[in-house]
């Protein structure tokens, strides 16, 4: 974790990783330090990185695949998603669910948008967070702390209600709240909004759909 400060850590098939390997990583994802204690002493080591993990939703892999079907037991699916716990799984800002692709996909000839595009787009959003936190020790609106996200993520009174619809609906936590404001944030710095709307919730929301649909059904 702390070799990847300041940059990205991918933990590719996410749920073969041991369970108790995965929890440890929890409070070094909030505090973006990350301590060892030993009998000798201790030491903390600075870890503000960017988490990404990969996986199946099932053992098998193919759930939900368009023309495999899944053969999966119920107990080897709690088993499975099991290995990600609740707490961990709330300390994503996005939950993204990946279909294959088709051999339509592959073979079209239809010109995709260039990477040159796309890192312009993400450069403008980055430069309208960089005048937004300039000189507050904040650098982008993934590390707003929980004292300022009033501040820096104001909605419309459209979005309030539906943030409040949302939370009480799904039971979210406290995390959950903060990381869907956020993610609307962002959002709305891409749409070049200065207040959050409705439909900026309503996307930042969508963004985290998958603990839903998969862990809520294991028990």
Same mark, same amino acid.
């Given at each position: 974790? /702390?070799?990847?400060?300041?940059? +990205?850590?991918? +933990?590719? &098939?996410?749920?073969?990783?041991?369970?108790?390997?995965? &929890?440890?990583?929890?409070? !070094?994802?909030?505090?973006?330090?990350?301590?060892?204690?030993?009998?000798?002493?201790?030491?903390? #080591? $600075?870890? /503000? =990185?960017?988490?990404?993990?990969?996986?199946?939703? #099932?053992?098998?892999?193919?759930?939900?695949?368009?023309?495999? @079907?899944?053969?999966?037991? !119920?107990?080897?699916?709690?088993?499975?998603?099991?290995?990600? /716990?609740?707490?961990?799984?709330?300390?994503?800002?996005?939950?993204?669910?990946?279909? $294959?692709?088709?051999?339509?996909?592959?073979?079209?000839?239809?010109?995709? %948008?260039?990477? *040159?595009?796309?890192? @312009?787009?993400?450069?403008?959003?980055?430069?309208?967070? #960089? &005048?937004? =936190?300039?000189?507050?020790?904040?650098?982008?609106? *993934?590390?707003? $702390?929980?004292? @300022?996200?009033?501040?820096?993520? !104001?909605?419309?009174? %459209?979005?309030?209600?539906?943030?409040?619809?949302?939370?009480?609906k799904l039971g979210l936590s406290a995390r959950a709240y903060d990381k869907i404001l956020k993610v609307a944030r962002t959002i709305a710095d891409m749409s070049g909004k200065d207040t959050i709307q409705k439909e900026?919730?309503?996307?930042?929301?969508?963004?985290?759909? +998958?603990?839903?649909? #998969?862990?809520? /059904?294991?028990?």
């Amino acid at each position: 974790m /702390s070799l990847a400060h300041n940059g +990205l850590l991918f +933990l590719d &098939e996410l749920a073969e990783f041991d369970r108790h390997t995965l &929890e440890i990583m929890r409070q !070094p994802l909030e505090d973006r330090r990350v301590t060892i204690t030993r009998t000798s002493g201790t030491v903390s #080591y $600075p870890c /503000s =990185f960017m988490l990404i993990g990969a996986m199946n939703p #099932y053992p098998c892999g193919y759930y939900g695949h368009p023309k495999r @079907k899944c053969t999966c037991s !119920p107990g080897a699916v709690r088993k499975y998603l099991g290995k990600i /716990s609740g707490p961990l799984l709330d300390r994503f800002d996005l939950h993204i669910e990946v279909e $294959p692709v088709s051999f339509e996909d592959l073979s079209s000839q239809a010109k995709a %948008e260039d990477s *040159a595009s796309i890192r @312009k787009r993400i450069q403008t959003v980055r430069s309208i967070q #960089y &005048e937004r =936190f300039r000189d507050t020790g904040i650098y982008n609106n *993934a590390v707003i $702390p929980p004292g @300022k996200i009033q501040e820096y993520c !104001p909605l419309t009174y %459209e979005a309030s209600v539906m943030l409040q619809a949302v939370f009480n609906k799904l039971g979210l936590s406290a995390r959950a709240y903060d990381k869907i404001l956020k993610v609307a944030r962002t959002i709305a710095d891409m749409s070049g909004k200065d207040t959050i709307q409705k439909e900026h919730i309503a996307a930042a929301v969508q963004f985290r759909s +998958l603990d839903r649909k #998969y862990w809520s /059904s294991t028990g």
